[in-house]
């Protein structure tokens, strides 16, 4: 923000009859400190290019680690349950985050998020200044542990969202939007006494711009790491003192 302001300072109009062919000292100095409205839109043209520029360079340097964030390579590159419900993803994101508890005491806090549910264990404050209306719970909330095949995920105000398309308990969740175009699924795999979390989305954008396509590489990537970091890591606080309280 603040792009494209310029600050326009208007020159004062010389006194009738004291016309000077070349500006005093007083005037070269004024002229110095306050530039002209074409100085300052270059100045700012500049500083957009800049801003822009620098935008395109980190989404193309951070671009993979905000994909991969918590996943190895081997785990990136694999084929998981789910991705058979978007094959043609030309925008797929593998994170990944490791638990000290088995995924019974994961399941239970995976199968209530959703808008209007149990929320998203991420940051509620962004989400709602979306216009969502998100309040992440604390508690496993009995009432929502009974999601099956078919039942909707809701992630807009309107109820709208992910579908369940795949479930086994305790070790998968594979959900896909009903226009086809965004897949999640999650993966728990044990680990000795604890949890494996795979958290993989897939994304299909040939159906918009060039413009639109760049957009959600420029915008969407980091915002989605930003907030699904934020998930697992929430996620996990709350499995792992859950559990803890239950011994």
Known sequence: MGLGVMTYVPSIPPIRGMASACPTSSEAASSARYPG?????????????AVIGAVLLGGL?????????????EETTASLPGDELLPHADLVATRAI?????PRDVWPWLVQIGTGRAGAYSYDWLERVAGLDIHSSYRIVPQLQDLSIGDVIPVESDGTGLRVRLMEPDRLLG??????????TWLLEPRGSGTRLLSRTRMSTRQRSPLGRLATNLLLVPASWVMERKMLLGLRQRAETGASMAR
């Open 37 to 49: 409205p074409v100085k300052v839109c270059r100045r700012t043209l500049a500083a957009a290019c």
């Open 61 to 73: 340097v951070f671009r993979r680690p905000m994909l991969t964030w918590g996943a190895t390579p």
């Open 98 to 102: 490791t638990m000290t508890v088995p």
């Open 175 to 184: 959900t896909c939007t009903d226009d086809g175009t965004w897949a999640w």
